[in-house]
C-alpha cells in the first residue's frame, strides 16, 4: 500500500507564491512518474506538471515558465515551486505517484488565489 500526503496549500494574492510538497510512504522500489494534478470546481482534473525518476520533466502549457517540480528520491518526495500565481490556478492540487503502474493519489490541497 503506497500513500501520499500533501501540504502546502492556502490562500495567496494574484503574484503570490506557494510551494507544494508530497510525502510518499508505503511499499516502494521506485515511484515514476510523480506529478501534480488540478481541478478547479466545474472542470476536469488536469495535468499541471509531472517528473520522472530520472528528472524528465512536462509542464502544462498554461504553468510553463512559473511552475517548477522536483523530486527527492532519497525522501520519496515530490514539489511544486508555483511563482506569479493568478486566479485562474485556483484549483484542489492533487499529488500522484505511479508505482509498478498503479497510479496513487493523495488527498488534495487547496490553492486559492485572490485577484
Known amino acids: 500500500q503506497v500513500q501520499l500526503v500533501e501540504s502546502g496549500g492556502g490562500l495567496v494574492q494574484a503574484g503570490g507564491s506557494l510551494t507544494l510538497s508530497c510525502a510518499a510512504s508505503?511499499?516502494?522500489?521506485?515511484?515514476?512518474?510523480m506529478g501534480w494534478y488540478r481541478q478547479a470546481p466545474g472542470k476536469q482534473r488536469e495535468l499541471v506538471a509531472d517528473i520522472s525518476s530520472i528528472g524528465n520533466t512536462y509542464y502544462a502549457d498554461s504553468v510553463k515558465g512559473r511552475f517548477t517540480i522536483s523530486r527527492d528520491n532519497a525522501k520519496k518526495m515530490v514539489y511544486l515551486q508555483m511563482n506569479t500565481l493568478k486566479p485562474e490556478d485556483t484549483a484542489v492540487y492533487y499529488c500522484?505517484?505511479?508505482?509498478?503502474?498503479?497510479?496513487?493519489w493523495g488527498q488534495g490541497t487547496q490553492v486559492t488565489v485572490s485577484s
Open positions: 508505503g511499499s516502494i522500489v521506485s515511484i515514476n512518474p
Open positions: 500522484k505517484a505511479v508505482v509498478r503502474g498503479y497510479p496513487y
